[in-house]
């Protein structure tokens, strides 16, 4: 038994590599050209976030590519924002929110087809 606990802790997930953004848009297009994009949101935006929901952790971001869609450099895409310590409704929690965009490449939203 101690050797499965030794060998669970010694494989433990390093921390996602996270770029700074501002907006999520790079985020969209790393995720359509690699598959999956990891970010931290900053600057004015996160400012504001941190200010209405009374939070000073960290706004993570993670875009998944779920699969390409039949125009060129298109892609349907799974958002996942997280903050933890958020103030909401006079209580503090965790939050997360997910949602799917469909996006392009070249900065589009795809025609519905």
């Known amino acids: 038994m101690l050797v499965c606990l030794v060998l669970a802790h010694g494989t433990s997930a390093q921390p996602l590599a996270r770029m700074e953004v501002t907006e999520i848009k790079p985020l969209l297009l790393r995720a359509i050209d690699h598959g999956a994009a990891h970010g931290l949101l900053v600057g ?5 976030l941190r200010q209405k929901f009374d939070a000073r952790t960290p706004i993570e971001i993670d875009v998944q590519a779920l699969h390409p869609l039949p125009q060129p450099g298109c892609s349907r895409l799974e958002v996942k924002t997280r903050q933890k310590d958020v103030l909401e409704k006079a209580q503090r929690s965790d ?19």
């Open 44 to 48: 004015e935006s996160a400012t504001y």
């Open 95 to 113: 939050k997360e929110l997910v949602y799917q965009v469909s996006y392009c490449r070249d900065g589009r939203f795809p025609d519905k087809r």
